[in-house]
DNA sequence: TGACATTAGTGACACTTTGTTACTAATTCG
DNA sequence: CGAATTAGTAACAAAGTGTCACTAATGTCA
């Protein structure tokens, strides 16, 4: 009988393949679209999310930073880890663990690497069984934190009138916001200053351009909420 | 020149390190206190979390159910992901990767394993940069997400006082909500419902018990809230 | 040109939610 | 008994939200 403390022992490392799955997603008409590349061939699912395993010594957003661009062609305006996954799930290149990231970046029509294609969030192709989950949790993370996090501000330029922010808030929600209580919140919020400059954008009355400049203002203790719903 | 499509091509999956690296939190006294296990020996961190690398065909969160138990003696009540944490931050086994999981338990005197010890949050001894990064983001989304998730009512026993499950929101929130508020939140909840026994603790009015009863109702569309703050 | 459609922006009201104070209720301790 | 202690609630003020209706400035088109 070996002789040795029950705990802790020095747990063995054993390797596993690890793979980075990014969800790059962009406002696309009125929706969100997220971007996918055709897979090689062969299996029944004929799209897949942009992955790679990360380089030695590569940090887990630095690669999703990579794989994201060489998706896309340009480097996404915000990078956001939504967890690991190792189900027993298929995953495309077979890796047993996967680190999600969700990716945001403005609509772009330069063109996208050959192989890649936008699909709207309520049209996906099949994907396989991790995938499928990678994706929703990216959308659930996203619009559970789009008003903690400047995400609307970096899908939009420097200047913008409130109907753009606004719109951004519809997609990255998914549903309609009441034009009057938006402003009054933002107001409220000290996010944005205005300019001095008005668009004017065809038809109807030109709109006030503003730009994303939060002033600090201390968190207000708010009590508790108990937004847990039984059938979510 | 060899002729391939430029993507995407079949990415090549290396080998990694993975450790599953677990945060037991239980109410101490009026804080929270985290579980750590005395590190073999060696390096300059006498502590760590409990961790391992999960077992072949092994889940994340059943990984780190086993890991908690191992250190806890009993399973924990609620286990969360908290991220992947993959900095070139030294692990105590130098795992390539950490899965972080939030581990939550009901205060426990029943003796722990041998070698592990409860430490109050704000006394925690040295740590690897990776593990005192995993538990700070461990106590940040218990923070974000007690209101929505059921974790509270975990860490009690099946009927409850009121005060008792305050208390409970106070150390997870780490702070003091005020009484009339909570009650009048919670009861627009409909998240308990009033037993018909009542609790002698000694001094004060006796304390009627409560049980966890959610009722179904529909999330209230609330508009965007811009809880956005410059300092986080 | 002048009515109309269209988009931007605001005022005002009702209603809800929240923070706070202060009270009443039921028990133990001395 | 009365004081201390804990539970529970009423009531008010302040802040936040949903909604409607209005004014403002532009283009369109008969």
Redesign the interface.
Known sequence: MRER????V??????????VDVVVLSPQADTLAALL????AGGRERWSL?????L??E??EDAAGRIAE??LGVTPALLE?V??????RRHP?????S?GVVALTPHVETAL????EWFSLSALPPLSPRHRAIVDRAVTVVRQR?????AAFRLLPPTFTLSDLQAI?EIL?G?R??KA??RR??Q??Y?VEPTDEWRSEGRGRPAQLFRYA??????A?R??????????
Not at 50 to 54: F, I, M, R
Not at 83 to 88: S, Y
Not at 214 to 219: C, D, F, H, I
Request: proline share 11%; glycine share 8%; hydrophobic share 40%.
């Open positions: 403390p029950s705990h802790p020095k747990p063995v490392v054993r390797k596993t393949t690890l793979a590349v055709r897979t090689p942009p992955w790679d395993a990360p030695p010594g940090g887990l060489s998706a880890q967890g690991a996954f190792a189900d027993a290149g077979d890796a047993d663990v680190v690497v050959a192989g890649a789009v008003d903690q996090s400047p808030y929600l549903r916001l009441h209580s938006f919140a933002l409220a919020s996010l939060p002033r600090k203002r201390r968190g203790r009590g508790v909420r108990f937004d847990l719903f039984t059938d979510s």
